[in-house]
């Protein structure tokens, strides 16, 4: 990384009452960047949340906020700010109180406070409902006061746990984009945690994904979905076609018993791996111009595409995404280029994942 | 509308009767001129004078206001800590015990709980009189107060202590500006639940109380035993609508609690 580093952890491990659900967890985060923790539920993302706030405290290992140790920082004194998934808005205050709550904590003036206010809430485009009740508010309003009532701290980092869960989806995708918009705006980092894999790559500038309390993979939305590290990767960033293989050399993978030209290389010669066709890198063609022909099973309208399950003749189940369409009980030809196909390492002490 | 059945409203009709005559015969006869329970002859205020005229009874009811007001002010700052004490238990079984021993002290019946204070107070050397039944009310209106705001305290979502804490409230800020606040109406409810069981507290009063001391309902009792005067209806009567005002006071604000927090709040 070459940005200025904000936050890092070195080696933390969180234990609850004996179990491990952060095991021995290190990365660094830049300034200004937007970071997902994408994960399971019980895969430790709101654990490092709730460390980065200040809530708990690391069992084991240190946090970093501007290269000093934060343990004994309580969260009242943080440059942090969360959002949280259940709003946790004051329901004994209205919208205007609810966000001018940290300011007054602060004893700020009440001109201050009041112009800093209206400039959160028109961030946030909520102008004019200063006054409203939060029990007035509906669930999308409620998120922004939320997110004002956060961000009118000027936070160095905004945490935002699972905070679209409980909206509903055509809301949850509008306020994808007023996030990913706002991050920009205000230039702050923004740590997003969420086990929902299409906001985790619309939104991030970087991705963790984490299962069992470690780190599975770190990088790009880009990187994550098309170079995931291990099958547990693949599987949950999206629809994937997984299957068991050898490579052979480099640029030649054996899976379904047949040898595959493709990209990847550095493998041990004959290395049992795990091989990655995404769906839409799936084409439909004639049984005899298919470099794996499958008997379709079951086919689903999924309105942009077809989505075509079926079996190959080693039993090996097949997802493709088409925009053609096929018959149930056809028998249909894959075709896919060398660069859909992408080869892991299978990893020995995590097989159950 | 929904149509009730007839014979629902009957019975109620009837359990409200049951209920209620003995009280209205009550109130009938103390405006009754003729200074009996039967033949009412004509209207008077007479008893009224007598009650309002009546110094010793005066002083009695401020008695017992006093003591009603101040065991349940100080009931409901130790209720509360209580419930907020019995709240940060983090193991359940103990919470359960603590709970369970706060339910006891509600469900005893009032004979044993004045009993064992007036020998405690014996023990203890304290003087029978005012400062033996503020004791006593305060200690029988704790748990009256835990009850009503420990469930208002579980229903709080923790999140909201995070979040306070989150902008930078100290421990005191969080209690102050949000824990409290949002008990606020089970506060106030608790507050005119302990002032009610005070004012209407008879068993362990008469216990604990001693030679020129007395509150309202021990006096009526002691005069109904030395025989009839209808000033004891006017009385009671007095003290029957002070309470229906309390109970409305109560309701209204737990109406408006329901309002502010109940109606409305998330899912």
């Known amino acids: 990384?070459?940005?200025?580093?904000?936050?890092?952890?070195?080696?933390?491990?969180?234990?609850?009452?004996?179990?491990?659900?952060?095991?021995?967890?290190?990365?660094?985060?830049?300034?200004?960047?937007?970071?997902?923790?994408?994960?399971?539920?019980?895969?430790?993302?709101?654990?490092?949340?709730?460390?980065?706030?200040?809530?708990?405290?690391?069992?084991?290992?240190?946090?970093?906020?501007?290269?000093?140790?934060?343990?004994?920082?309580?969260?009242?004194?943080?440059?942090?700010?969360?959002?949280?998934?259940?709003?946790?808005?004051?329901?004994?205050?209205?919208?205007?109180?609810?966000?001018?709550?940290?300011?007054?904590?602060?004893?700020?003036?009440?001109?201050?406070?009041?112009?800093?206010?209206?400039?959160?809430?028109?961030?946030?485009?909520?102008e004019g409902y200063e006054r409203r009740r939060i029990q007035e508010m509906s669930g999308g309003q409620r998120q922004r006061v939320a997110i004002a009532r956060a961000i009118v701290n000027e936070p160095e980092v905004l945490l935002l746990d699972e905070p679209l869960s409980a909206l509903d989806l055509k809301l949850r995708t509008e306020m994808q984009y007023e996030l990913r918009e706002l991050q920009?705006?205000?230039?702050?980092?923004?740590?997003?945690?969420?086990?929902?894999?299409?906001?985790?790559?619309?939104?991030?500038?970087?991705?963790?994904?984490?299962?069992?309390?470690?780190?599975?993979?770190?990088?790009?939305?880009?990187?994550?979905?098309?170079?995931?590290?291990?099958r547990f990767?693949?599987?949950?960033?999206?629809?994937?076609?997984?299957?068991?293989?050898?490579m052979i050399e480099d640029f030649l993978v054996e899976f379904t018993g047949k040898r595959f030209e493709c990209v990847d290389r550095g493998f041990a010669p004959n290395e049992p791996v795990d091989v990655v066709i995404r769906p839409e890198d799936l084409e439909l063609v004639a049984p005899g111009d298919g470099q794996i022909v499958i008997r379709v099973d079951s086919l689903l309208f999924r309105g942009v595409h077809y989505e075509i399950c079926g079996y190959d003749e080693n039993g090996n189940e097949w997802l493709v995404h088409s925009t053609k369409k096929a018959e149930v009980g056809e028998t249909v030809g894959l075709r896919f280029e060398p660069e859909a196909i992408h080869v892991m390492r299978v990893e020995r002490e995590d097989e159950g994942a | 509308m929904k149509r009730t059945h007839w014979w629902g409203r009957v019975y109620l009709l009837i359990v409200f009767a049951v209920m209620y005559t003995p009280i209205v015969y009550l109130m009938y006869y103390s405006f009754n001129s003729g200074g009996a329970m039967h033949d009412f002859q004509s209207f008077t205020l007479e008893w009224y004078r007598d009650v309002l005229s009546?110094?010793?009874?005066?002083?009695?009811?401020?008695?017992?206001?006093?003591?009603?007001?101040?065991?349940?002010a100080i009931a409901t700052i130790l209720g509360v800590i209580g419930a907020l004490a019995i709240y940060y238990v983090k193991r359940q079984r103990t919470k359960n015990a603590l709970l369970a021993l706060n339910n006891v002290l509600?469900?005893?019946?009032?004979?044993?709980?004045?009993?064992?204070?007036?020998?405690?107070?014996?023990?203890?050397?304290?003087?029978?009189?005012?400062?033996?039944?503020?004791?006593?009310?305060?200690?029988?209106?704790?748990?009256?107060?835990?009850?009503?705001?420990?469930?208002?305290?579980?229903?709080?979502?923790?999140?909201?202590?995070?979040?306070?804490?989150?902008?930078?409230?100290?421990?005191?800020?969080?209690?102050?500006?949000?824990?409290?606040?949002?008990?606020?109406?089970?506060?106030?409810?608790?507050?005119?639940?302990?002032?009610?069981?005070?004012?209407?507290?008879?068993?362990?009063?008469?216990?604990?109380?001693?030679?020129?001391?007395?509150?309202?309902?021990?006096?009526?009792?002691?005069?109904?035993?030395?025989?009839?005067?209808?000033?004891?209806?006017?009385?009671?009567?007095?003290?029957?609508?002070?309470?229906?005002?309390?109970?409305?006071?109560?309701?209204?604000?737990?109406?408006?609690?329901?309002?502010?927090?109940?109606?409305?709040?998330?899912?």
């Open chain 1, 1 to 126: 990384m070459n940005g200025e580093e904000i936050i890092r952890f070195e080696r933390v491990t969180k234990e609850y009452d004996g179990m491990v659900v952060l095991d021995d967890v290190s990365f660094a985060m830049e300034r200004g960047k937007f970071y997902t923790l994408l994960g399971p539920s019980g895969c430790g993302k709101t654990t490092i949340l709730r460390l980065i706030a200040g809530f708990i405290e690391p069992t084991q290992g240190t946090i970093y906020f501007h290269g000093k140790p934060i343990h004994h920082v309580p969260p009242n004194k943080r440059q942090v700010n969360t959002v949280f998934q259940d709003y946790a808005l004051f329901p004994h205050l209205d919208v205007f109180e609810n966000v001018a709550f940290g300011l007054r904590i602060k004893k700020m003036k009440e001109a201050d406070i009041r112009q800093k206010v209206s400039e959160a809430l028109r961030f946030v485009n909520l």
């Open chain 1, 184 to 230: 920009r705006r205000l230039g702050i980092t923004f740590i997003f945690v969420t086990h929902d894999q299409e906001e985790a790559l619309a939104m991030s500038d970087y991705i963790f994904v984490l299962n069992k309390g470690k780190i599975q993979q770190f990088g790009t939305p880009k990187e994550i979905y098309d170079e995931p590290i291990n």
């Open chain 1, 233 to 246: 990767v693949a599987d949950f960033i999206g629809e994937s076609n997984i299957l068991s293989g050898r």
């Open chain 2, 54 to 72: 009546d110094d010793r009874l005066l002083m009695i009811v401020l008695n017992t206001l006093v003591i009603a007001l101040l065991s349940a």
């Open chain 2, 106 to 267: 509600i469900v005893s019946p009032d004979v044993i709980i004045g009993a064992s204070f007036l020998l405690l107070f014996t023990v203890a050397g304290i003087k029978l009189g005012f400062t033996s039944v503020l004791l006593s009310h305060i200690a029988f209106s704790v748990p009256i107060v835990v009850l009503m705001v420990l469930p208002k305290l579980e229903e709080m979502s923790p999140t909201l202590i995070d979040a306070a804490r989150d902008l930078g409230a100290g421990p005191w800020q969080v209690l102050s500006s949000v824990v409290l606040p949002f008990l606020a109406p089970s506060i106030w409810a608790g507050f005119f639940m302990a002032l009610t069981y005070s004012l209407d507290d008879f068993a362990v009063t008469f216990f604990v109380t001693g030679n020129g001391f007395s509150t309202l309902s021990v006096e009526i009792y002691s005069r109904a035993r030395q025989g009839i005067s209808l000033s004891i209806n006017a009385l009671s009567t007095l003290l029957f609508l002070f309470t229906m005002l309390l109970v409305i006071g109560y309701y209204v604000l737990s109406q408006k609690g329901g309002r502010m927090y109940g109606i409305g709040g998330r899912k």
